[in-house]
């Protein structure tokens, strides 16, 4: 049997979390092309040495960020994403270790924010806005699973910049989530959530839907405090 998988960080990230990142860092660092196969979830389940709900959890994780997709039956398993586009090196945006403090970045993606969030409103389908209220059911659901309920924090707020159009503002925006991931998850940022608060996100969500406009503007104030008006 194999070892039990052990998150890389001595951190409250999650097993699923932490399987999902190894999956998703395997996806980018070796240009898996879309439609690869890489396993069944069982394959996964052995090669991680995780239990059943927790490989669930990670390709669900990994669903919604659109990374790969699940298909079930003869000639199934987990596939990368046909959306599924290489990762952005932190380095490569200047992120090297000790070159920007978390308050710094933190300060930085509330500012971008706004801007996120009308691309959104401006761009969106109705698959992305269904693709939202599955990840605010699954928040709801784990409102009292701290742990949890930040993973789908971050993957709700991933969901929303993938309908962002300009490419620049979408890759340094999830670059700074990658930080303020790794940085709360270690315990570095205590203060960075508060309580769960699922109807927050929803009425975040809900205003992305209705499109560009006053509505949003007003959310994203009470949202994101302190981000500049747009």
Request: aromatic letters at 4%; one cysteine or more.
């Amino acid at each position: 049997m194999s070892p039990e998988y052990r998150p890389p960080l001595a951190s409250r990230v999650t097993r699923a979390e932490a399987v999902a990142r190894e999956v998703e860092a395997e996806i980018a660092d070796r240009g898996l092309p879309p439609g690869r196969r890489l396993g069944t979830k069982e394959d996964l389940r052995r090669r991680f040495g995780v239990a059943v709900a927790t490989i669930n959890e990670a390709v669900r994780l990994l669903e919604m960020r659109d990374l790969i997709s699940a298909r079930p039956g003869p000639g199934g398993g987990v596939f990368v994403a046909a959306s599924a586009g290489p990762a952005q090196p932190r380095r490569a945006l200047g992120f090297a270790p000790g070159r920007a403090s978390f308050g710094d970045c933190g300060a930085i993606r509330n500012a971008l924010e706004p801007l996120i969030c009308h691309e959104a409103a401006r761009h969106h389908g109705d698959e992305d806005i269904r693709a939202l209220r599955k990840i605010l059911a699954a928040m709801e659901h784990n409102a009292g699973d701290p742990a949890a309920y930040l993973d789908l924090d971050w993957a709700l707020h991933r969901r929303i910049a993938k309908m962002c159009r300009n490419a620049p503002l979408h890759s340094i925006y999830l670059t700074l989530i990658d930080v303020l991931q790794d940085a709360s998850a270690a315990g570095d940022l205590p203060e960075l959530h508060g309580e769960a608060d699922p109807a927050v996100h929803r009425e975040l969500v809900d205003a992305i839907a209705a499109g560009d406009g006053p509505r949003l503007d007003a959310v994203v104030d009470r949202h994101t405090p302190g981000a500049p008006a747009t």
